[in-house]
């Protein structure tokens, strides 16, 4: 066991597959161990480094194995799979891991902690709730428009059909069950309001929140989801890298020495692209109405470009400065007004 280095763990629910390399990658032992089993063997064995694949549960066990002294590293799925031999299966699965975290190159997920992940759920919750209200509103949307009401899209309109549902002359079947779907989207919206209040809450008391709603097109939603769900920015390099890890860059198709950009590549953290993109979109809406600030940059892009692609671009420079800001220390400044 003392000239064991490398340990690759395939995780699961009940029934763990590792394997122990050497320092050059040679097997010294494969493994399969049940839960309490893994969790007594790690504890066991001296001090390595242990690779896992970035699911679910790799960052509990990145926390729980870290206090035994191992190194933790954490690789994306997509990484591994070049490294599988034939036959995929768990012991294939856990030598790939193993093999790959000694690449020089290899990209790795930072672990994160119970505070993060916490705040993850609050917002993936929140996200399940707005889901499941907006599949009920369309569903009364659409078995009331079979009886001749229709109204438009939105949360908005569904006070004008709680209304229509009452006058208009319609079954009693279908008042019953009309009711029963706006008690449910009453629920649904009085349980998102505690979510946002404890959003806007926890957005007041965290300082890097606090930093980054300066910057126009940032609320209390979007700062919280990206110290929820983005790791240390001093691991990027520039901020390039996180508009990148975002999946706001464009695409490649380059070869011989040709540079050919595609659509973003949308490959990365989708909840704060999604809300940059939300943001940049309110900036376009508003401070684009009559062509942006003359000379600004929002101005020049506004005149050749339409607004959905300007409000993407605005989001890559949003991510870039959100690096900047957090890296530095800084709260956002633009005197010159020469984004927007």
Request: proline share 4%; aromatic share 6%; with cysteine.
């Amino acid at each position: 066991m003392d000239e064991i280095s490398i340990v690759g763990v395939d995780l699961a629910k009940q029934v763990f597959q590792i394997h122990g390399a050497t320092s050059d990658g040679r097997a010294v032992f494969r493994k399969k161990l049940s839960r309490p089993q893994f969790a007594k063997f790690m504890a066991a064995l001296p001090p390595c480094l242990v690779a896992m694949e970035a699911c679910g549960t790799a960052h509990y066990w990145g926390r729980e194995l870290g206090r035994f002294g191992h190194d933790i590293r954490l690789i994306p799925p997509v990484y591994v799979k070049p490294f599988v031999k034939r036959q995929k299966n768990d012991a294939a699965d856990a030598e790939a891991i193993a093999e790959a975290v000694q690449r020089p190159t290899m990209r790795m997920v930072a672990v994160k902690s119970a505070a993060q992940q916490a705040r993850a759920m609050l917002f993936r919750t929140r996200d399940l709730l707005v889901g499941q209200r907006t599949q009920l509103v369309n569903a009364l949307r659409g078995h009331l428009a079979e009886h001749g009401i229709v109204l438009g899209k939105g949360i908005g309109n569904v006070q004008r059909l709680a209304l229509r549902l009452e006058e208009d002359d319609l079954p009693d079947l279908v008042r019953h069950l009309g009711r029963l779907y706006l008690d449910q989207i009453a629920l649904l919206g009085a349980e998102i309001e505690k979510l946002d209040n404890r959003i806007v809450a926890a957005a007041k008391e965290n300082g890097v929140a606090r930093r980054l709603q300066t910057m126009p097109g940032i609320g209390p939603v979007c700062a919280m989801a990206i110290t929820a769900f983005a790791p240390d920015m001093r691991e990027f390099r520039r901020g390039r890298d996180f508009a990148a890890w975002l999946g706001l860059v464009p695409r490649q198709h380059s070869s011989g020495g040709k540079q050919k950009l595609g659509r973003t590549s949308k490959m990365g953290q989708r909840d704060i692209r999604r809300l940059l993109i939300v943001g940049a979109m309110s900036i376009v809406h508003w401070r684009g109405r009559d062509g942006g600030r003359p000379g600004s940059w929002l101005a020049r892009m506004l005149a050749r470009k339409p607004r959905m692609l300007v409000a993407i671009a605005l989001a890559n420079k949003m991510a870039r400065m959100v690096w900047a800001m957090l890296v530095r220390e800084e709260d956002y400044r633009d005197p010159t007004g020469a984004v927007c």
